[in-house]
């Protein structure tokens, strides 16, 4: 069975790149475009795994993070953050939220399709 | 979808998210405070530099990546974002935006503005005060090729050592870890329970180490308690790992770089005493089988057996005992077990209520579409076609069918009804808020007061007022004349507006509005006001105007749209590019618009342009002239009337006039002035259609005979053919015959050829 990715991320360009790497990659991707959205679909969505950025507006990557792990059926999915940033401090705030693990931007499909793998059974 | 076309959409965000950023950075500047305000900046200069890096934009990414540590100290209040610190951010959305471009059009960037910029962003991100702008008063845009000495002391560039340095991130991934001689590493690794919460897996884990060489395991359950008293969100045990490498440790421990602050990690070189000091248990190595892991391998016996084994756990699903052999396992159970719970208690309501929601999420999340622009195009075009096939239609029917009660012609009726709904409804699809070239604007600006040394605030209302893309793209261009214009000619300098009891900085008011059936402009400054005089004479001396012609202030102030004039003394580096008002005004006529412009001595003057809503379609009067058709447009006629004989009055050699309502208005014949005809038609054989034009008064056009009044789609001339003085564009009718639509603001003023030395004559192109 395909594994079913999550995408939350306010940019359309990250978006489109997040969707053609994971269908190639044999995923099913449902995407969101901030975190409000991300919690609203969550649901229906029933992902394997999450992926999430950390700037939206209305909802940023670390509420997002909390709400679904506040979630008691999603409170074990593996969560992964998008981030430009390397530096520690954000990774840290991400990891408290509950994030799982992290991929630094820039965007890299390798990159992505490693990560969900490692956290992925 | 390739890469091209994610490239392509990453530009397009890209302008968004810049419009963004400098409407964001305007609010800021104009005192909002909000905090989302300012993440909303953040986020657009985030945005642009995380796509910038997924395509390599190496020069694009290192100033956003600058320009984003800045606005974050504003973000987390360490920087407070005044006027001066706003300068230098609306300059640095400048410079991202010509990046932008640069990277999208592969354009040259002036980079000695963005090396200066980004030392500026620099210090204010390192709290110090942005230093006055006067050491470099002239940012100017000066080609790469020529480096112009700055009068800044010595290029800037050296002194801090700073220089643009290639960062690629393909650096990191490319190097291969250097090759170690296997060596054999023994890992303890105790997960806490915060490991699972966060959805790791020591499972996982253990998967990714033995991918990275030969591995035993060994599980030690020491601190499992009894069943009963387990608490399955806890993490009971720890593994021991021998683990042959030649990975080298930094491999061991990036497989744990998600876990490594929620376990305990020990990772030490077995230092070849492989068989344990004593102090430990004897430990069993037990050969690690990936394959184990999968799923789909069946249930081995010997795997039931080894419960000590990590391997066992997949297994051990069928069996409660079991069950309990990785704290993973229980955890997931336990979440299955009350996640099926909850769902059963209330399956129906929670499961169908949150399924509307999410419907109405998405569809509240994307209330508009993109459509690719020739799409639209060729829908505007293939309605075009149909509406002067119904007319066509129509025509022939009202031919061959007198009587006009068949059912026929009730059907053509209602037919020409859809069909002109079925436009207006395509014409709308192509409406679009002038916002973006308002907000260009801002730029423009912001540069031009930089250049003169000048205090300029823009205000624009209106943003929101839609008009035909084509329009909307076309008016930049003399809108940022205009603009560059209004700052550099009509401000004055601040002590000149302060000595005229004036605030130090000057306004320019950017409008926008529609107004029966167009979009109006207007641009008004409260500059000095045009000096009538100084344009006066210099329009004497170009020979423009007869030295005792009298003149109106209305007419007085036109003269700036002639060719060749500028009043500034001395031809400045802004205005004077050879870019007159003139060509601004024909810029504007060729979309179908009129300029005008007013003005009080030390109060201001007011450009007012007036455009067509849309550049597709037409509203006109068909009249005949000289046995042509031609079609006049609907906007600019006043009224119509039958001259009686008694009402025309000879004035001069050729010139007649027309009394309406004890008022004279030149007659113009149009057959004569577009060489239809030799000799001027008497006018009481025709009929007048009074016109007013932008800016020159009113004109009654003879024409031959009105024909009808009626909605044309209009051709370009230009396109098709050549630019012909006094027309405007053509049309094709219904009858499959094309007429020309006619330019009433030229055919006015070559009407005027005796009170203007005629730049366009007219009566000799026609």
Request: glycine letters at 6%; a negative charge.
């Amino acid at each position: 069975m395909k594994k079913r990715v999550l995408t939350v991320d306010d940019s359309r360009t990250i978006r489109n790149m997040l969707l053609v790497t994971l269908n190639n990659a044999g995923f099913e991707t449902i995407q969101a475009e901030d975190g409000v959205e991300g919690l609203e679909v969550l649901e229906t969505a029933n992902p394997d795994v999450i992926v999430t950025d950390i700037n939206m507006p209305r909802l940023d990557g670390f509420g997002f993070i909390e709400g679904v792990r506040r979630n008691d059926r999603y409170r074990a999915v593996p969560i992964l953050v998008l981030t430009t940033e390397s530096d520690a401090e954000k990774k840290n705030r991400a990891r408290q939220a509950g994030a799982t693990g992290w991929i630094v931007k820039p965007f890299d499909p390798t990159k992505l399709i490693d990560a969900i793998e490692r956290v992925t059974a | 979808m390739d890469m091209n076309e994610i490239k392509e959409i990453f530009f397009q965000e890209c302008e968004e998210q810049l419009a963004e950023l400098e409407s964001g950075l305007l609010r800021l500047n104009d005192g909002d405070r909000d905090p989302e305000t300012v993440n909303a900046v953040f986020r657009a200069v985030h945005s642009i530099k995380g796509g910038a890096g997924a395509f390599g934009l190496d020069d694009l990414v290192s100033f956003a990546h600058v320009f984003e540590t800045t606005l974050d100290c504003v973000r987390s209040n360490r920087l407070e974002p005044n006027q001066d610190v706003l300068k230098v951010m609306l300059k640095s959305a400048d410079v991202l935006a010509d990046l932008t471009n640069a990277a999208r059009d592969g354009g040259s960037v002036d980079e000695a503005r963005s090396r200066q910029l980004i030392k500026e962003l620099e210090a204010l991100a390192n709290g110090e005060l942005p230093q006055p702008a006067v050491s470099e008063p002239a940012a100017k845009p000066a080609p790469p090729a020529a480096p112009v000495a700055a009068p800044a002391p010595a290029p800037v560039v050296n002194e801090e050592g700073f220089q643009p340095v290639v960062f690629s991130f393909d650096d990191f991934e490319a190097s291969e870890p250097p090759a170690i001689e296997p060596s054999t590493f023994e890992i303890l690794f105790r997960p806490k329970s915060e490991l699972y919460a966060k959805g790791n897996d020591a499972t996982l884990l253990l998967r990714d180490l033995s991918r990275l060489g030969e591995m035993s395991i060994h599980c030690d359950m020491d601190e499992l308690p009894a069943l009963g008293s387990m608490n399955p969100e806890a993490a009971y045990f720890a593994w021991k790992i021998s683990l042959k490498t030649d990975k080298g440790e930094e491999a061991i421990r990036s497989v744990f770089e998600f876990a490594e602050w929620d376990c305990e990690l020990d990772v030490a070189l077995a230092g070849g005493d492989h068989t344990g000091t004593g102090e430990e248990p004897p430990m069993q190595p037990v050969p690690f089988d990936l394959s184990l892991l999968d799923d789909d391998v069946p249930a081995s016996s010997g795997a039931a057996e080894d419960e000590e084994q990590v391997v066992a756990q997949r297994e051990a699903r069928d069996d409660a005992v079991s069950a309990a052999a990785t704290a993973s396992n229980v955890l997931q159970m336990a979440q299955t077990a009350r996640a099926s719970a909850e769902s059963n208690r209330s399956a129906a309501p929670t499961s169908s209520a949150a399924q509307a929601a999410a419907q109405q999420a998405a569809s509240a999340a994307t209330p508009t579409i993109r459509v690719d622009l020739d799409r639209v195009d060729r829908l505007i075009n293939l309605v075009g076609e149909l509406v002067i096939n119904q007319a066509m239609l129509s025509q022939s029917v009202i031919e061959n069918d007198t009587n006009g009660t068949s059912s026929i012609n009730m059907g053509l009726e209602e037919l020409q009804q859809l069909t002109r709904e079925i436009q207006d409804s395509v014409m709308a699809i192509r409406a679009q808020p002038v916002k973006p070239v308002f907000q260009r604007m801002s730029r423009i600006v912001r540069e031009i007061a930089d250049m003169t040394g000048k205090s300029v605030r823009l205000v624009t209302e209106g943003e929101n007022t839609e008009v035909d893309k084509t329009v909307i793209d076309k008016l930049a261009e003399p809108l940022t004349h205009m603009i560059r214009n209004a700052v550099d000619h009509g401000l004055e300098t601040p002590e000149k507006r302060v000595a005229a009891g004036k605030n130090p900085e000057g306004t320019v008011r950017l409008t926008a509005k529609h107004r029966s059936g167009r979009i109006v402009i207007e641009l008004a400054d409260d500059g000095a006001g045009i000096n009538r005089e100084k344009v006066r004479q210099k329009a004497i001396d170009n020979d423009l105007i007869a030295a005792d012609a009298n003149l109106s202030d209305e007419e007085i102030d036109n003269l700036i749209f002639h060719a060749g004039f500028s009043t500034a003394d001395k031809i400045s580096d802004i205005s004077g590019r050879g870019v007159g008002m003139d060509v601004v005004k024909r810029s504007i006529q060729a979309l179908g618009g009129r300029i005008n412009i007013s003005s009080k001595p030390g109060q201001g003057s007011v450009f007012t342009m007036s455009l067509p809503l849309t550049l597709a379609v037409l509203d006109g009067m068909v009249v005949t002239v000289a046995n042509q058709t031609l079609v006049v447009p609907l906007t600019a006629i006043v009224e119509t009337l039958q001259p009686e004989a008694s009402a025309i009055h000879s004035f001069g050699a050729s010139q007649r006039l027309i009394s309406i309502r004890n008022s004279f208005c030149p007659l113009v014949d149009v057959g004569r002035i577009l060489n239809f005809r030799a000799i001027q038609a008497n006018p009481v054989d025709g009929v007048a259609l009074l016109v007013e034009s932008e800016g020159g008064g009113q004109r009654a056009l003879m024409v031959d005979a009105i024909q009808g009044q009626r909605q044309v789609v209009i051709k370009s001339l230009e396109a098709n053919y050549t630019h012909v003085p006094g027309i405007a564009a053509a049309t094709i009718l219904g009858d499959g015959r094309v007429a020309l639509i006619l330019d009433v603001d030229a055919i006015v003023a070559a009407s005027r050829g005796q009170t203007l030395k005629p730049e366009m004559s007219l009566a000799a192109a026609g």
